[in-house]
Nanobody
Framework: QVQLVESGGGLVQAGGSLRLSCAAS????????MGWFRQAPGKEREFVAAISWSGRSTYYADSVKGRFTISRDKNTVYLQMTSLKPEDTAVYYC?????????????????WGQGTQVTVSS
């Protein structure tokens, strides 16, 4: 089992930066690919970024490519967000990929954190 706790969200002006962290507990964390998803009010939860278990491969939604960077160390996954836009406003969730399908599909992720709010003002 893996428990995930996100932090680092907050209110930032457009053009600013934030760094989200996802602290993981559980001995099997290093075996999982990890992802970040986000959900804005009234919208579906959508893929943001993912990183393989080794950290060697990363994947991004087109909407954040070039602005966001996902990384991981022994017990934490990070999402560095730069050049933030009002449309990035959402609750951000980290998740552990427990199935073998697409990194972009939220159905492949079996463990989720509680989420952290990111609000970007214009």
């Amino acid at each position: 089992q893996v428990q995930l706790v996100e932090s680092g969200g907050g209110l930032v002006q457009a053009g600013g930066s934030l760094r989200l962290s996802c602290a993981a507990s559980g001995r099997t964390f290093s075996r999982y690919a990890m992802g970040w998803f986000r959900q804005a009010p009234g919208k579906e939860r959508e893929f943001v970024a993912a990183i393989s278990w080794s950290g060697r491969s990363t994947y991004y939604a087109d909407s954040v490519k070039g602005r966001f960077t996902i990384s991981r160390d022994k017990n934490t996954v990070y999402l560095q967000m730069t050049s933030l836009k009002p449309e990035d406003t959402a609750v951000y969730y980290c998740a552990a990929r427990t199935l073998g399908g697409s990194y972009y599909n939220k159905s492949e992720y079996g463990h989720w954190g509680q989420g952290t709010q990111v609000t970007v003002s214009s």
